[in-house]
């Protein structure tokens, strides 16, 4: 297996020789790669010579030791995890840089995801990378801080964000705050929020995200 940075869970395409295209997908807080792994399983089908990888966080979770963080949420000071989020965008900048030079791809042929604490993480550097990523989809999470990232946005990449209507963990207004910051500025996003569903990613909010990817990636 290749070695990165952070150890990944890597799912290849049928042909390894044949990569052009690489999705990213950032677990939730006290999760693991695994975890978010098996979005793949439905996807690959339909995302031929596409390559996933799904990273273990590089911190040990406080609230679950078998389970990794981006950053700390046992403290919710908004100037710790904003500083906090920054370190954890800096070690997922490095990452992608190494994908990017082990695959010979660009960032127009990544697409960026995660779940929960993992897309507050895909929207963070997502948003603020100098060079746009293919896309950026976004499952139960929300910005960090806006402010902050008002501050630093740089990136005009197409946004999909998928909510419960349900979720007690990060409530969906957090979807409608997104959404409203994101069209103000000026950047793609489509949204959809799914009735009687909690937090987590049900088969109508992975099927969705699969349609999204596969036109953006034009496949």
Request: proline letters at 3%; aromatic letters at 8%.
């Amino acid at each position: 297996m290749t070695n990165f940075s952070l150890d990944t869970k890597i799912i290849y395409p049928e042909d390894k020789n044949k990569i052009e295209n690489a999705i990213i997908l950032l677990h939730g807080y006290g999760g693991d790669g695994n975890d978010i792994s098996s979005l793949s399983i439905n996807w690959k089908r339909f995302l031929k010579n596409t390559i996933f990888l799904c990273p273990n966080a590089p911190e040990k979770c406080q609230i679950s030791p078998t389970g990794y963080q981006w950053f700390d949420l046992s403290n919710d000071d908004i100037n710790y995890i904003k500083n906090e989020s920054h370190k954890a965008e800096k070690i997922l900048e490095e990452y992608i840089k190494e994908i990017k030079l082990e695959f010979k791809l660009s960032n127009s042929k990544i697409c960026v995801s995660g779940f929960s604490q993992g897309c507050m993480m895909s929207l963070s550097i997502g948003l603020t990378i100098d060079d746009p990523f293919n896309c950026i989809v976004g499952f139960s999470g929300k910005i960090i801080d806006k402010e902050d990232i008002s501050k630093r946005i740089k990136s005009s990449t197409n946004v999909l964000l998928i909510h419960g209507a349900q979720d007690d963990v990060v409530p969906c207004t957090n979807l409608l705050e997104a959404k409203d910051f994101l069209m103000r500025h000026k950047i793609n996003v489509q949204t959809k929020i799914i009735n009687n569903c909690g937090h987590h990613i049900p088969i109508e909010a992975s099927s969705t995200a699969l349609e999204f990817i596969k036109k953006n990636f034009n496949i």
